[in-house]
């Protein structure tokens, strides 16, 4: 197969696009010129050297746009937009297209074609992104690599103590409780790390009412300047979201708190090695009752978060001692 110009999509997420780097990133180095449509990573921009970020074009520009491409790579994420350019593929209005679909059912989805690729539900997002592009160009070799770099003169993980909290995401059934995400905050304190809450800035107002002036919540009016704030922070403690995965990048220990042990085996942080805490399997998640999943907030503690993340720390603590460079 012979190429010259791809289109990389991500899903609308910050996870999302840093996932699908993978694929930019693998393309690019094979020698195609790749564009990477992510609004997000355009923030972001000064962390990938050499990379071409752009928006996600109107549905009515689709065929304009992508039919100059050799190759457009997808991730599927059930949209309107990735189903025209499913619809635009079968017209015969694309050269071609390779969707990644992270979860498949064939009465669901269409058919599936030559370039496409099914993900495993056992293998974490960004694995299996790595797996499908080494597939689709044919080449043995696996890489994680997103093209992720220190853009200045940060130091990585300076300020060991340092715990990001990232309390929120795009769904509140996804937040674990404020009351519990404070408590967890004093624990941290206590034993001599410094929380330190990270949220968009339209919440920021409300955070500081929630933390009551005992933690910092720092004005980050860009995704740049937050990442400079993980990549020289020690740790990442938050709910179900796209930060995680920005900070497993940075090569930071993760922990993130989560109501759904299954899809998280599909949608943890991938690059470094952290922890997902669910509640257990054994509160029952009867029909019509659904305890685990409608009452998961209830069931995972502060001190059970703290004791995890001490754990965390530990081995943290062993693989430092026992490597000499991680990034």
């Known amino acids: 197969m012979t190429l010259d110009l791809v289109a990389v999509i991500p899903a609308k997420g ?38 071409k970020f752009v928006e996600r074009p109107p ?10 491409f050799d190759l457009v790579v997808m991730q599927n ?35 599936l074609m030559a370039l496409d690729r099914v993900f495993h539900e056992e293998r974490p997002m960004v694995d299996n992104t790595a797996r499908a592009i080494s597939s689709i160009l044919g080449l043995n070799h696996i890489s994680k690599n997103n093209g992720l770099r220190n853009p200045s003169a940060l130091s990585h993980r300076r300020y060991k103590h340092k715990v990001v909290i990232h309390p929120t995401s795009t769904s509140d059934d996804k937040n674990w409780s404020v009351a519990k995400y404070i408590k967890l905050a004093h624990l941290l304190q206590d034993e001599g790390y410094s929380p330190i809450f990270t949220v968009a800035p339209g919440e920021r107002e409300d955070w500081i009412k929630h933390t009551n002036g005992m933690f910092e919540v720092p004005f ?36 993130i708190i989560s109501n759904h042990e299954g899809r998280m085996k599909l949608w943890r942080p991938g690059w470094y090695k952290g922890d997902v805490l669910t509640p257990s399997n054994y509160i029952p998640n009867i029909k019509g009752l659904r305890l685990r999943e409608n009452k998961w907030k209830s069931f995972i503690s502060p001190s059970k978060v703290f004791k995890t993340f001490k754990s965390l720390s530990l081995k943290e603590t062993f693989l430092l001692n026992n490597s000499s460079s991680r990034y």
């Open 14 to 51: 910050i996870g999302d696009s840093l996932i699908m780097m993978v694929a930019s990133h693998r393309l690019m180095c094979q020698g195609f010129q790749v564009t990477t449509f992510s609004k997000p990573l355009q923030e972001l921009n000064q962390w990938f050297e050499n990379h």
């Open 77 to 111: 994420d059930n949209t309107e937009f990735a189903r025209a350019l499913i619809s635009l593929h079968k017209e015969g209005k694309l050269r071609a297209l390779s969707t990644f679909y992270p979860t498949y059912e064939e009465k669901k989805h269409c058919h």
């Open 220 to 255: 980050l009016p860009t995704l740049h300047e937050l990442a400079n704030l993980i990549y020289e922070s020690g740790f990442m403690i938050g709910s179900d979201s796209g930060l995680g995965h920005l900070a497993s990048n940075m090569q930071l220990p993760t922990l």
């Open 59 to 68: 549905l009515d520009k689709l065929e304009e746009i992508f039919s100059a």
